[in-house]
């Protein structure tokens, strides 16, 4: 480990959830005990590439429906290396002046978004535990940024999944959106067992095994996580069924996708 890594307090003892996502959609952003850990999961589940970009597909879609909706501050949590794609291009296609606040405590995210963003200045990431809202929602990065008087999109993708019940996920959720103004809304993905094979089981029970909790939900647990939020058609769905660009890409099996997905929006009764 060279004094930078130490510095910055990046793990090579275990396999990193971010660096593994990041290597499976083709990033340079990880390291070897990651690659080796993320083949394993390829052997377990050779399409996992592919499903990796089908939630970075979701995602993007989402983020440009809130963009749609007049939503122009977007609050990222647990969003990994902020690569090509990511949300601050697509919001900013739309409006150059929308803001971004990426949050992660992945010492590589947050160095490489030091890189990558460095020229933008709306747009910036936290380091700071996802779990502990007030150290995001209190950031001088994050109030300098968002303005908590207009709608905010919170994002959750394939981040929830990590998170146990015991550690009280929906209380974790309404800590986010609970400061937040009518009109504002959540983005949520998650890794699921409905409609899947063993293989998926098998790659959650890796992810335990490296000492990562996974927790495959189904859509009523998902839908009592955000109860009381008013839920954006289609619904909870697999990602490629969620508002698809062309409805021909949804394909035959969407199950295939392992992972669910839905928008909620805080209206005037959540309110």
């Not at 052997?43 to 007049?70: I, K, S, T, Y």
């Not at 996920?169 to 063993?198: K, M, N, R, W």
Request: charged share 25%; net charge negative.
């Amino acid at each position: 480990m060279t004094e930078e890594h130490a510095k910055r307090g990046i793990d090579f003892d275990k396999p990193n959830a971010a660096r593994v996502y990041d290597y499976l959609i083709g990033g340079k952003l990880n390291y070897a005990i990651d690659r080796e850990f993320a083949e394993r999961i390829l052997e377990v589940r050779p399409e996992a590439r592919d499903l990796a970009l089908l939630n970075r597909r979701w995602l993007r879609r989402a983020v440009r429906f809130g963009a749609e909706q007049g939503i122009r501050q977007f609050l990222d949590i647990g969003s990994g290396m902020p690569t090509v794609g990511h949300v601050h291009e697509v919001v900013q296609a739309i409006d150059p002046e929308a803001r971004v606040v990426y949050v992660d405590n992945e010492p590589v995210a947050v160095a490489h978004s030091e890189i990558v963003l460095k020229d933008n200045d709306n747009a910036e990431m936290v380091q700071a535990d996802a779990e502990v809202p007030d150290t995001v929602l209190e950031h001088p990065t994050t109030e300098r940024l968002l303005d908590f008087g207009k709608p905010v999109m919170v994002i959750m993708a394939a981040f929830i999944h990590f998170i146990p019940d015991s550690r009280n996920p929906a209380g974790l959720i309404a800590a986010y959106l609970d400061p937040l103004v009518p009109g504002s809304c959540l983005a949520l993905s998650s890794g699921t067992f409905e409609g899947q094979g063993e293989e998926v089981r098998r790659a959650a029970e890796l992810y335990r095994n490296s000492g990562t909790d996974v927790v495959a939900r189904s859509r009523a647990e998902l839908r009592a996580l955000v109860d009381g939020f008013e839920l954006v058609p289609p619904g909870i769905v697999f990602t490629p069924e969620w508002r698809p660009d062309d409805p021909g890409q949804v394909g035959d099996h969407p199950e295939q996708a392992s992972q669910l997905a839905l928008v909620v929006r805080k209206d005037q009764r959540a309110g």
